[in-house]
Each structure stands twice: as structure tokens, then as C-alpha cells.
């Protein structure tokens, strides 16, 4: 499973690439490319993070030795933290409000983007490592601790996609 979340990260760095090509431009691209671009990086996101809440958390929270635990509940406790800042924006910011205010909304994603990017490099590194180095069986689906589907559908009326 750990090569799933492998290839979804790659997925997402192709997203990242595709909505970062929109925003290298001084003025506001096509709104509906905009959309696509926001909404396919945001439902890949959310899949993921699904995927990875059932089959990497969920397990890792149950495992018997602490060290793997604390390993976990930190890159958990992280997800949450940085998660939610994505959320806010990417329902604060409605096709109008990015229109308006096409300089900020870019600066704001690009930010978002890296912290991202940094995420993933950081459980490339560190976390799935460990769960291959302590013979953890990711195939064992947990129960989710968060409803990613509720989170994505709220994201995707907000950005304009119907």
C-alpha cells in the first residue's frame, strides 16, 4: 500500500504542476480551466488522504509499539493542522473572489502548494520508511477518524464546480 501513497503523491505533484502553470500568469486564466485545475488537485487530495486516514493511520494508531504510535499520532496531528488551512481556502476563495483579487489568491495557493509539496516529502522520508522498517501491513483498513467525502464536496461547490 505504502506504493499507493507513492503514486498518489506523485498524482498530486502533477496537479500541483498543472494548477501552478495557471497561476504563473499575471492575469486570471480561463475560470472554468481554473476550476478543473483546483477541483482535480482537491479530489485528489481528499482520496488520498482517505486512502492513507484507512490504511496508514488508522493501522499505525493501533500498533503496539509506542515509538510507531507517537511516529503517527505527530504526522496525524500535523495532517490536521495544515489540512485545515487548505480547506478554509479553498472555500473562502469562490470563482468571484479569485477574479477579484487574482494577486493574492496566487500567493495564497502557491504557499498552500508548498506546504504540500513539503508534506509529502517529509512522509516519503520519514513515515513510510518506518512503516516498511517495522513490517507494518498497510493492506488492514482502520476506521477514519475524519469524513474526507464531506470535506471534498464542500470544496468543490465553493470553487465551482458542479
Known amino acids: 500500500m505504502i506504493e499507493r501513497m507513492m503514486a498518489d503523491h506523485a498524482k498530486l505533484r502533477t ?10 500568469s499575471g492575469t486570471m486564466p480561463d475560470p472554468d480551466a481554473l476550476a478543473d ?5 482537491g479530489s ?36 490536521a493542522s495544515s ?8 472555500k473562502q476563495w469562490t ?10 489568491y496566487r500567493e495564497q495557493t502557491r ?5 504540500m509539496r513539503l508534506r509529502m516529502a517529509r512522509e516519503e522520508k520519514e513515515l ?17 477518524s475524519r469524513n474526507w467525502a464531506r470535506e471534498a464536496f464542500a470544496i468543490k461547490e465553493r470553487i465551482g464546480r458542479r
Not at 485545475?37 to 488537485?41: G, M, N, P, V, Y
Request: with cysteine.
Open 15 to 24: 496537479c500541483a504542476d498543472r494548477l501552478e502553470a495557471l497561476l504563473a
Open 37 to 41: 485545475a483546483r477541483w482535480t488537485l
Open 44 to 79: 485528489t487530495m481528499m482520496q488520498h488522504l482517505a486512502f492513507e486516514e484507512r490504511h496508514l493511520y488508522a493501522v499505525l494508531r493501533e500498533d503496539p509499539r509506542g515509538h510507531v504510535r507517537v511516529v503517527a499520532a505527530e504526522f496525524h496531528d500535523q495532517l
Open 83 to 90: 489540512f485545515g488551512p487548505y480547506a478554509d481556502h479553498a
Open 95 to 104: 470563482p468571484e473572489r479569485v477574479a477579484e483579487s487574482w494577486d493574492i
Open 111 to 115: 504557499t498552500l502548494i508548498e506546504t
Open 128 to 144: 513510510y520508511p518506518l512503516v516498511q522498517q517495522n513490517g507494518i501491513d498497510t493492506r488492514q483498513s482502520g476506521v477514519p
